[in-house]
């Protein structure tokens, strides 16, 4: 249970409600104690990092004039290179700049060739309702497309899989901002696997999944109930070796 003086959290990105669903007690100790914990190395999660700052470093000279002005494989190396490989693990290293690179590169040729760039890397964030809580999300990109839709761009390096919560508050929040578009579409790149997934804003389709995030939100912000739920990504949770009270 947190101290009696501990302030409700009000403002969530997709990342606090999965954590949330994941594991409440791993959501207590990131977000509520703000805890760092012991970070588990986790290659995907290094090169996915790299992957997408090399996109946003690509990004606005290849929305604007269509070519790269970057010196990609040095970049890459680079940010590989900012992470810290156990030494078992060093030897994985160039492959690891390879992927990111290519990652890099499939997301470029994945994007919609008649668009024009809105917004690459912003935070944007709407109340909910009138009770003081924001709805935060980060965006990679937001395009208009040639037939006037807005689109927002979400690029993904790990497995294609659910990803309907970030998916859900992203439209809102574009939504929000793009109020008098026409259409608001989302699309998941997943670049490892080539894969487009495109959905249309439908407030109505989505009640739902609304309703969910909005009972997880209620009950996080009681602060009465963060039990543990053990599972296979423990292994990658930071407070397994400290401060989890199942391990
Ligand atoms: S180690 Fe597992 S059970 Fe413990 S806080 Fe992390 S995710 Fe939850």
């Keep these: 249970m947190p101290p009696a003086d501990t302030a409700p959290p009000r403002r969530f990105?997709?990342?606090?409600?999965?954590?949330?669903?994941?594991?409440?007690?791993?959501?207590?100790?990131?977000?509520?104690?703000k805890r760092k914990g012991v970070p588990q190395f986790n290659r995907p999660l290094i090169v996915g990092g790299a992957t997408h700052r090399l996109i946003a470093a690509v990004l606005p000279g290849y929305m604007r004039f269509g070519r790269i002005d970057l010196d990609l494989e040095a970049q890459a190396r680079e940010e590989i290179a900012t992470s810290d490989y156990p030494d078992e693990e060093l030897p994985y290293r160039e492959q690891d700049a390879l992927d990111a690179i290519e990652m890099t590169q499939t997301a470029l040729d994945m994007l919609p060739r008649d668009a024009t760039s809105l917004l690459q890397e912003r935070k944007l964030a709407m109340l909910l309702g009138r009770s003081g809580v924001e709805i935060c999300a980060q965006?990679?990109?937001?395009?208009?497309?040639?037939?006037?839709?807005?689109?927002?761009?979400?690029?993904?390096?790990?497995?294609?899989?659910d990803n309907s919560v970030q998916s859900l508050m992203l439209r809102a929040v574009v939504g929000k901002r793009y109020r008098a578009a026409r259409e608001i579409r989302s699309t998941t790149l997943y670049l490892a696997h080539r894969q487009r997934q495109t959905q249309t804003l439908d407030p109505d389709?989505?009640?739902?999944?609304?309703?969910?995030?909005?009972?997880?939100?209620?009950?996080?912000?009681?602060l009465d109930s963060f039990r543990p739920t053990p599972g296979p990504l423990c292994e990658y949770c930071p407070f397994q070796q400290r401060e989890c009270s199942v391990w």
Excluded: M
């Excluded at 395009?143 to 390096?157: P, R």
């Excluded at 389709?205 to 009681?222: M, V």
């Design 13 to 33: 990105f997709p990342t606090h409600i999965n954590t949330y669903r994941q594991c409440p007690e791993r959501y207590y100790h990131q977000y509520i104690r």
């Design 139 to 161: 965006v990679d990109l937001v395009v208009q497309t040639g037939d006037g839709a807005i689109e927002h761009i979400d690029f993904k390096t790990g497995k294609v899989r």
């Design 205 to 222: 389709a989505s009640k739902a999944d609304w309703a969910g995030i909005a009972r997880d939100i209620r009950a996080i912000r009681a």
